[in-house]
Structures are given as structure tokens and as C-alpha cells.
T-cell receptor
Framework: RKEVEQDPGPFNVPEGATVAFNCTYS??????FFWYRQDCRKEPKLLMSVYSSGNEDGRFTAQLNRASQYISLLIRDSKLSDSATYLC????????????????FGKGTHLIIQP | EPEVTQTPSHQVTQMGQEVILRCVPISNHLYFYWYRQILGQKVEFLVS????????KSEIFDDQFSVERPDGSNFTLKIRSTKLEDSAMYFC????????????FGDGTRLSIL
């Protein structure tokens, strides 16, 4: 199982600022891409899926560059509640036609929004 | 919103003992997973389960581990003879059928091996 690399941070950002995270993945066979957030000692929660054309959900924008094997997340107008660890996650189909692919997680980027 | 539920929230067990962690996936989901997260480390895939059989497992999922779906709602992870290094958070996840569907996680069981 190949790796997902992220800058661990922490990123200390004032409230209202824009912040961007990146990650790279090593397995070119990766098929699906996600950003999850994880609060301290809690479960990962889906933030958004990442599509090849890029996608936006409110203040969050995700981009995928398959050629460079690179995924990004942009958070605009950051809120105190955005403080969390952001996990870059990819899947790979291990079996032909399979759908039960396990997720490969990055170690996460820790974001702290300061008032 | 439907959610994945896990019990117990915290399990303390003596080394060498068997432990069973329980999960109730979201009702219309067809794929089920177990992950673990050792304190301070990343979330690691253990096993996926579909159509009443294991689809994929990682190198962590050795002969000490097993999974079962004993009825229509529960999905369990058994560790036969626990080791100190099994201490971790264990997360269950499930997803719907369909390419690219995201996995939804339960709030985890913290397993402490003494």
C-alpha cells in the first residue's frame, strides 16, 4: 500500500484568513480522493470528495492534479471551528471491478485558527 | 442523519485476552471496514468486507484478527490474543455501493491493553 504525504503543520492562521493545504500521493492507480477532518481523539469526518475537475463546497475548494499526483484544499474566510486536523485520503482498487477498497490516509495537517 | 455506531467506547483488556469490538453500520450500506489509529499516528486500514466475505486486508490484519457479520446489522472485529501494541483507537466504517462513494466512520472504540 502506497503512501500519502502531507505537511503536518501546525498552521496557525488568524480568523477570516485563507489557508491552503496540499498533499501528494505515490500510487498512480489511486482512483478516489477525499478530504476528511479529524478533531482531537475523534473519528475522521468527511469534509468533501475531490473530483478531477475541481469542486467547491461553500468556503472549501478542492483540486486534483492526476499528472502530478497532487491534491489541494483551500479554506476561505476561516472560522474558529475550522481548527482541526485535515486528512488527505485516497483509495486504490486492489481487485479488478472491486469496490471494497480500503482508504490510505495521510498523517494530516494540523490547523489552528486564532481569534 | 444515519450514523455508524460502535460499542464499547472504551475497552480495557489484559494482554493475551480475546476482545470483540462491535459496530452497527449504516443500514443501506453494503461495504464495511475496520481501521485503527495508534495514538499520535495516522489512521491505518485493516480490512474490508463485502457480500459476507473479506475483500481486502492489510499486512496488519494477521491471524490474530477476524471479522464477522453475525446478523443483518452487526459487524464485529475480534482480536484473539491481544498484545500491548494492539492498543489503539479502532474505527468502523461503511459505505454505499457505487464507485467513489465516501466511507462514513463510527466514533471509535479505544482499546487499552494492560
Amino acid at each position: 500500500r502506497k503512501e500519502v504525504e502531507q505537511d503536518p503543520g501546525p498552521f496557525n492562521v488568524p480568523e477570516g484568513a485563507t489557508v491552503a493545504f496540499n498533499c501528494t500521493y505515490s500510487n498512480s492507480a489511486s482512483q478516489s480522493f477525499f478530504w476528511y477532518r479529524q478533531d482531537c481523539r475523534k473519528e475522521p469526518k468527511l469534509l468533501m470528495s475531490v473530483y478531477s475537475s475541481g469542486n467547491e463546497d461553500g468556503r472549501f475548494t478542492a483540486q486534483l492534479n492526476r499528472a502530478s499526483q497532487y491534491i489541494s484544499l483551500l479554506i476561505r474566510d476561516s472560522k474558529l471551528s475550522d481548527s482541526a486536523t485535515y486528512l488527505c485520503v485516497v483509495t486504490s482498487l486492489m481487485y479488478s471491478g472491486g469496490g471494497a477498497d480500503g482508504l490510505t490516509f495521510g498523517k494530516g495537517t494540523h490547523l489552528i485558527i486564532q481569534p | 442523519e444515519p450514523e455508524v455506531t460502535q460499542t464499547p467506547s472504551h475497552q480495557v483488556t489484559q494482554m493475551g485476552q480475546e476482545v470483540i469490538l462491535r459496530c452497527v453500520p449504516i443500514s443501506n450500506h453494503l461495504y464495511f471496514y475496520w481501521y485503527r489509529q495508534i495514538l499520535g499516528q495516522k489512521v491505518e486500514f485493516l480490512v474490508s468486507f463485502y457480500n459476507n466475505e473479506i475483500s481486502e486486508k492489510s499486512e496488519i490484519f494477521d491471524d490474530q484478527f477476524s471479522v464477522e457479520r453475525p446478523d443483518g446489522s452487526n459487524f464485529t472485529l475480534k482480536i484473539r490474543s491481544t498484545k500491548l501494541e494492539d492498543s489503539a483507537m479502532y474505527f468502523c466504517a461503511s459505505k454505499e455501493k457505487g464507485f467513489g462513494q465516501p466511507q462514513h466512520f463510527g466514533d471509535g472504540t479505544r482499546l487499552s491493553i494492560l
